[in-house]
C-alpha cells in the first residue's frame, strides 16, 4: 500500500484565543511533565557516588531546574512553530497554543525571560563549560523545531542530541569526568526511546501520519524494527562494557558485583519496552515512565543494585 505523500499542511480554522490566558495554560504550556526528561543530570554524579556531598547536590539539582527551564522554553517556541499541525494531532491538539488558549505573543514572551534565564543560571552554576551545554541543547533544540525535523534519520539523532547533553550537564555540572562507556550508553539509550517514540507514533497516527510529522511516512516499518533491534543491542552491549568496566566513571569500590547485577534489570527493561511497542504502545515514552508500574519497579531495583554498588 502506497505512503501518503508529504506536503503542506492546510491549517484548520485558527481557534479564538482567550485574553487574558489563564495562568493554568501558561503552566500547560511549560509540559511540566516533561520535565521527567531531566532527571538524566543526576545520573553521571550519582554514579560517580557524588551525591553524598551537600554540596554538589545542590549542583546537580541547580543543573535540573536550569534543564527544566531551557526546556520549557523550547517547548513554548516549538509550540508556536508547530500549532498548525498540533491541531490535527488526536492529543496534541490540546496544547494550549494549538488550541488557541494561549496566544503565540505571550508563548515567545515566556521562552525569552526562561532561556535567558537558564544561560545566566548555567553560568552562575558552573561557569561557561555548563553554559555551552545549556546553549547547545536550545539550539540543537530551536534547530529541529526549524528544519532537522523535516529530515529523516537526522532527525533522530537531533532529538537523541537532546538526552545525551541533559546526561553530559550533569557530569559539568558537578565537575565528573565522563567515561566513553558512560556516553556511548546515553546516546544508544536515547536513539532507543527515540526511534520507540517513533514506532508508537506511526502506529497511532496511521494514514495520517505525514500530516503530523513528515518523517514518518518516510519510515517504513521494518526501518523501524531494524534501528530499535541496533539501538537496544547498542544500549545493553555498551551498559555491559561500563558494568564491568573498572577505570571508568564510577565504579571505584569493593562492591562492583552489585553493578554488574545492574545488567538484569537493564536487558530486562529493554525487552519489556519492545514488548510494549510491538502492542502499539511507546508514542509518549514520558507517560510510560509515570504511569507503568512494571517499568518503574524494574527502574526502582536498577536504582538499588547500582546505589549499592556505589554507595555501599
Known amino acids: 500500500m502506497t505512503e501518503p505523500a508529504a506536503g503542506p499542511v492546510a491549517p484548520p480554522e485558527p481557534l479564538a484565543v482567550r485574553s487574558p490566558s489563564r495562568a493554568g495554560d501558561v503552566f500547560r504550556l511549560l509540559r511540566p511533565t516533561q520535565w521527567t526528561k531531566n532527571v538524566l543530570v543526576f545520573i553521571a554524579p550519582g554514579a560517580a557516588g557524588s551525591l553524598v556531598h551537600a554540596s554538589l547536590v545542590l549542583k546537580a539539582v541547580g543543573a535540573f531546574a536550569i534543564f527544566c527551564a531551557a526546556a520549557s522554553a523550547t517547548y513554548c517556541l516549538n509550540d508556536v512553530m508547530d500549532a498548525a499541525t498540533d491541531r490535527v494531532h488526536p492529543s496534541k491538539r490540546h496544547r494550549p497554543v494549538a488550541a488557541g488558549r494561549v496566544s503565540p505573543a505571550l508563548a515567545v514572551g515566556v521562552a525569552v525571560p526562561l532561556t535567558a534565564a537558564a544561560l545566566l543560571g548555567a553560568w552562575?552554576?558552573?561557569g561557561w563549560r555548563l553554559t555551552v551545554v545549556?546553549?547547545?541543547?536550545?539550539?540543537?533544540?530551536?534547530?529541529?523545531?526549524?528544519?532537522?525535523?523535516?529530515?529523516?534519520?537526522?532527525?533522530?539523532?537531533?532529538?537523541?542530541?537532546?538526552?545525551?547533553?541533559?546526561?553530559?550537564?550533569?557530569?559539568?555540572?558537578?565537575?565528573?569526568?565522563?567515561?566513553?562507556?558512560?556516553?556511548?550508553?546515553?546516546?544508544?539509550?536515547?536513539?532507543?526511546?527515540?526511534?520507540?517514540?517513533?514506532?508508537?507514533?506511526?502506529?497511532?497516527?496511521?494514514?495520517?501520519?505525514?500530516?503530523?510529522?513528515?518523517?514518518?511516512?518516510?519510515?517504513?516499518?521494518?526501518f523501524l524494527r531494524s534501528a530499535l533491534t541496533l539501538t537496544a543491542a547498542g544500549a545493553v552491549t555498551t551498559y555491559c562494557l561500563w558494568a564491568f568496566d573498572r577505570t571508568g566513571l564510577s565504579h571505584r569500590g569493593d562492591h562492583l558485583v552489585w553493578i554488574e547485577l545492574s545488567i538484569a534489570p537493564v536487558v530486562t527493561g529493554v525487552l519489556y519496552?519492545?514488548?510494549?511497542?510491538?502492542?502499539?504502545?511507546?508514542?509518549?515514552?514520558?507517560?510510560l515512565a509515570l504511569h507503568d508500574r512494571t517499568l518503574q519497579v524494574i527502574g526502582l531495583v536498577w536504582a538499588i543494585l547500582v546505589g549499592i554498588g556505589v554507595y555501599a
Open 124 to 126: 552562575y552554576l558552573a
Open 273 to 287: 519496552v519492545l514488548r510494549l511497542l510491538g502492542d502499539g504502545h511507546g508514542e509518549a515514552p514520558t507517560d
Open 134 to 222: 545549556v546553549a547547545l541543547y536550545v539550539v540543537v533544540t530551536l534547530s529541529y523545531s526549524l528544519w532537522l525535523k523535516r529530515l529523516a534519520v537526522i532527525e533522530l539523532a537531533a532529538v537523541a542530541a537532546g538526552f545525551v547533553l541533559r546526561a553530559i550537564a550533569g557530569g559539568v555540572a558537578v565537575n565528573v569526568p565522563l567515561s566513553k562507556w558512560f556516553l556511548l550508553v546515553t546516546s544508544f539509550g536515547a536513539l532507543f526511546l527515540v526511534i520507540g517514540k517513533r514506532t508508537g507514533e506511526r502506529e497511532t497516527l496511521g494514514p495520517e501520519r505525514a500530516l503530523h510529522r513528515h518523517t514518518l511516512s518516510l519510515y517504513s516499518p521494518e
